[in-house]
């Protein structure tokens, strides 16, 4: 029986995807690589560590240990002067009726998000409020698609995993919530996220009643 429900953020609750791209693609151009939408698809939920490390292999380039931190605070400073540009009007199709009739119903709701900045994020939407705990790669070690993001995420709204349902649109994540032994809605197609247990186009697509 679900209880509960886990949501990722980006690509779920709101787009910020194509602030990442812009900011990972002007960092890779430092390294003289041209970083392509196939490689923004390969990026999606994964960590920013990983990502850089991802970016840097393309690139087919190395760095000292400094500067991989350097250039991590670098992308990351380009990326939240593009976050704040955010409204709620950034927000998905269906999300803020899917956010009324969760609470209405009083389901627990949690956030697990593979970005550090996603209190930030929530803040500027309007959604920050509306969750019952927030998990984002500041309060664990391994980011998806290992599970501890989504378990977390449980146990601070204190159900157990496979009472949880997550709802994700990346490979990782899914992978992350299949792990963690939860079910999982996919964001997207059944096609992309072939080990979701469903998949709906956005959130507002979601019947409440299939709880």
């Known amino acids: 029986m679900i209880q509960g429900i ?6 779920v609750i709101c787009d910020t995807a194509k602030f990442h791209f812009e900011a990972w693609k002007r960092l890779a151009e430092d390294y003289g690589y041209s970083l392509t ?8 939920g994964v960590s920013r560590v990983d990502s850089l490390k991802f970016i840097l292999q393309k690139a087919n380039t ?3 240990s400094d500067q991989f931190e350097i250039d991590l605070v670098r992308k990351n400073q380009w990326y939240l002067e593009l ?3 955010m409204d709620s009007s950034f927000l998905l199709d269906g999300v803020a009726d899917f ?3 969760a609470i209405s119903l009083n389901i627990p709701l ?4 593979a970005s550090k900045n996603a209190n930030l994020v929530l803040e500027k939407v309007g959604l920050l409020n509306k969750f019952n705990a927030i998990v984002d790669a500041n309060l664990v070690v ?3 698609p290992h599970p501890e993001t989504f378990l977390k995420a449980a146990e601070l709204i204190q159900i157990a995993p496979e009472n949880c349902m ?13 792990s963690g032994k939860m079910f999982v809605v996919g964001i997207g197609t059944q096609n992309d996220l072939p080990l979701a247990n469903y998949c709906i186009p956005n959130l507002g697509a979601f019947d409440f009643n299939t709880l």
Do not use: C, H
Request: charged share 30%; aromatic share 4%.
């Open 83 to 85: 976050v704040q540009e």
């Open 166 to 178: 997550v709802f994700e649109d990346s490979a990782s994540g899914v992978q992350a919530a299949v």
């Open 110 to 113: 949690a956030l697990g998000s």
């Open 62 to 64: 190395t760095l000292s």
């Open 37 to 44: 939408e196939a490689d923004n698809e390969a990026l999606k």
């Open 99 to 101: 956010f009324e009739k």
């Open 6 to 11: 886990i949501l990722d953020l980006d690509g």
């Open 142 to 144: 391994n980011g998806k």
